[in-house]
């Protein structure tokens, strides 16, 4: 490994894109603050919402595949707000907030349960992956959370388990994470499970080691307390 995962900032003090101001505070429980102008709207989760201006206007924003979400326990709606005006947001435990700007043309793909918010100019998605916790907790695979920009810049805000550090890896570079500790990667880099038996000495037998390879080039995100969250059967 050329280059060892690096830390992401754990505050930003003024952040920006189209139609959007926001900052990024605390330690343990994280805030993220965020200023709307009235032309880009911002869409979230509702339990992540700590406060707002009484000016600002809160929406539905329905998603696609509703049944196989409820299935799953994740949200079938979510909440949109419409500035100008602000609005705060936290989730509700220790840990990591951080932005990811995704440029037009460009996708990433997150770990389900991590995502906070984004602004109304990327395009979610979520794809099934099967066979990948299946090994881990006898369940048929977990969702994962595409985000993508088309026509102009947009922000996503993501939540990690205790610190979060990114890899940057060039072409071809490889790094394997346990299963749960990964929160994002690049559409460009490549997921594959990898198993390893284990041996236990003089007692015979063995069992099983499995861990998650990713194969650039792109970026992955790596939560420093990874939480397997329950999965969908």
């Known amino acids: 490994m050329q280059k060892p995962p690096q830390p992401l900032p754990t505050k930003l003090e003024e952040g920006q894109a189209p139609g959007i101001r ?15 102008d009235g032309t880009v709207p911002i869409y979230f989760e509702h339990h992540v ?26 949200p079938i709606f979510l909440t949109e707000a419409q500035g100008p005006g602000e609005v705060a947001f936290s ?25 906070l918010a984004a602004t109304g100019n990327l395009d979610y998605t979520f794809n099934r992956v099967k066979g990948v916790s299946n090994m881990l907790l006898g369940s048929t695979g977990f969702f994962v ?7 102009q810049e947009g922000v996503l ?13 060039a072409q071809n570079e490889q ?48 939560q420093s307390m990874y939480l397997h969250m329950p999965t969908s059967e």
Do not use: C
């Open 22 to 36: 926001y900052r990024i505070d605390g330690e343990l429980v994280p805030v993220l603050h965020t200023w709307l």
């Open 91 to 115: 989730r509700d435990g220790a840990g990591h907030l951080f932005p990811l700007h995704l440029m037009p043309g460009k996708a990433v793909l997150v770990r389900e349960h991590q995502f």
């Open 49 to 74: 919402v700590l406060w707002k201006d009484p000016q600002l206007n809160i929406g539905i924003r329905a998603m696609k595949g509703a049944f196989k979400r409820m299935v799953a326990g994740m």
């Open 175 to 222: 790094i394997d994470i346990e299963p749960g500790g990964w929160v994002y990667r690049d559409e460009t880099v490549r997921m594959d499970v990898q198993m390893f038996g284990l041996k236990t000495g003089i007692f015979g037998g063995g069992g099983n080691m499995i861990w998650n390879r990713f194969t650039g080039p792109g970026r992955v995100g790596i």
């Open 157 to 169: 805000w993501l939540h990690g388990y205790g610190n979060v550090f990114e890899k940057e890896l």
């Open 145 to 151: 959370d595409r985000f993508s920009a088309s026509q």
